[in-house]
């Protein structure tokens, strides 16, 4: 049994999924939403630019979503070409300048996902 089989099994005989409230505050002047999500840990929610922060424990991590044929980022950088950005930062240390790590993951097109 391959894992997407056993995860299917799994899901027919267990209850339904139930969509948990994790308390995000939309904010109308930053136009972003944010939750403590469990203690020690905010995450925020960037709809405008497609990304999501998560700080813990005097670290934030960013992950971005790259420009699409659907989608090109507004923001002023231009954005990236890849499918996702994965950085991390100190809490106090602001950009992608200062991370601490930095990796872009390629788009997988649809024949490589075969693979």
């Known amino acids: ?65 790259g420009n699409t044929p659907d989608w090109t980022t507004t923001s002023t950088c231009g954005g990236f070409d890849g499918a996702l950005k994965v950085y991390v930062n100190k809490q106090e240390d602001f950009g992608e300048e200062e991370a601490l790590f930095t990796h872009t993951l390629p788009i997988i097109k649809e024949n490589q996902a075969d693979e």
């Open 1 to 65: 049994m391959d894992p997407i089989e056993m995860l299917m099994t799994a899901k027919r005989f267990s209850k339904p999924d139930v969509p948990i409230d994790f308390g995000f505050v939309y904010s109308d002047f930053s136009h972003l939403s944010t939750a403590e999500v469990f203690e020690g840990c905010e995450v925020t929610i960037d709809k405008d630019y497609k990304a999501i922060y998560i700080q813990a424990n005097g670290y934030e991590v960013t992950v971005a979503l």
